[in-house]
């Protein structure tokens, strides 16, 4: 069974910017989709991003143009960039294989000022 740790989050004021990791014992990462989901307080899972195997990114609307998802193969780890956050972004985030659920402990991003 595959085991993810997601690390990097934190308290920023809005505006400011963080970076996620998550590592993946997965012997099949580098043939593997990726994806960042989150969960704010009170409310279902939301996708948040995706990167393919090619590098192909995409972006739900409501982080286009602020995140910036990227992978590392030899590491086996995936990546989430975020500037400009907002408020609204306050949530859990976790790193999800493709069509999987999200199997790590998250990490708690909180943006307020």
């Known amino acids: 069974e595959v085991q993810l740790v997601e690390s990097g989050g934190g308290l920023v004021q809005p505006g400011g910017s963080l970076r996620l990791s998550c590592a993946a014992s997965?012997?099949?990462?580098?043939?593997?989709?990726w994806n960042w989901v989150r969960q704010a307080p009170g409310k279902g899972l939301e996708w948040v991003s995706r990167?393919?195997?090619?590098?192909?990114?995409a972006y739900a609307d409501s982080v286009k143009g602020r995140f910036t998802i990227s992978r590392d193969n030899a590491e086996n780890t995936v990546y989430l960039h975020m500037n400009s956050l907002k408020p609204d972004d306050t949530a859990v985030y976790y790193c999800?294989?493709?069509?999987?659920?999200?199997r790590g402990q998250g990490t708690q991003v909180t943006v307020s000022s």
């Open positions: 997965e012997f099949t990462f580098s043939t593997a989709i």
């Open positions: 999800t294989k493709y069509g999987d659920r999200p």
């Open positions: 990167i393919y195997v090619d590098g192909t990114t």
